[in-house]
T-cell receptor, first 116, second 111 residues
């Protein structure tokens, strides 16, 4: 099985612009989670989508949004970019059959976003 | 507490055992995970343990779970330079399927 893929791998934007990142989960996985990783803040949970619905949400401003398509692929969007949004954005997918079963998350390589 | 806690750094000599500790938050969490992140890469699942187990061994890795104290540890036997990475522990809350992550422990190998 192919792993989780993220595009693009690297991105440079300027303040005020917006950006869209894409994540393709492992085939058959229905849940996609997004994380922001920075040296200072560590791994911060952004949101999780399951069957095209946002199931969980972290503490990020409304500039951060996401969606999931019927094929489980997911996108996240950041509008009005700020310098502090520079980070590695990681996507993880899982099968997510429900409570009582292991629901291991498998991570993609990440998208490195630099905001100038 | 609200956070999953880990020490930020651990330094060990090559060939020694490394023990990375984690304190999690919710005694009802059913799955606990260890992930490894090498520089510039995403997170790689190392192992997980179900909450009704005390120990799980997988080659050089041994996971110990103390549910009473909500303490999880990862032991790496015969630590090698290739083990240099950041190690994250995470618990899965069954109430909303969300993973709660520690800040990561950077493992430094001394020759």
């Amino acid at each position: 099985k192919a792993g989780v893929t993220q595009t693009p791998r690297y991105l440079i934007k300027t303040r005020g612009q917006q950006v869209t990142l894409s994540c393709s989960p492992i085939s058959g996985h229905r849940s996609v989670s997004w994380y922001q990783q920075t040296p200072g803040q560590g791994l911060q949970f952004l949101f999780e989508y399951f069957s095209e619905t946002q199931r969980n949400k972290g503490n990020f401003p409304g500039r951060f949004s996401g969606r999931q398509f019927s094929n489980s692929r997911s996108e996240m969007n950041v509008s009005t970019l700020e310098l502090g949004d520079s980070a590695l954005y990681l996507c993880a997918s899982s099968y997510s059959p429900g409570t009582g079963t292991t629901d291991t998350q498998y991570f993609g390589p990440g998208t490195r976003l630099t905001v100038l | 507490g609200e956070d999953v806690e880990q020490s930020l750094f651990l330094s060990v000599r090559e060939g020694d055992s490394s023990v990375i500790n984690c304190t999690y938050t919710d005694s009802s969490s059913t799955y606990l995970y260890w992930y490894k992140q090498e520089p510039g890469a995403g997170l790689q699942l190392l192992t997980y343990i179900f909450s009704n187990m005390d120990m799980k061994q997988d080659q050089r890795l041994t996971v110990l779970l103390n549910k009473k104290d909500k303490h999880l540890s990862l032991r790496i036997a015969d630590t090698q330079t290739g083990d240099s990475a950041i190690y994250f522990c995470a618990e899965r809350r069954d109430s909303n399927y969300q993973l709660i992550w520690g800040a990561g422990t950077k493992l430094i190998i001394k020759p």
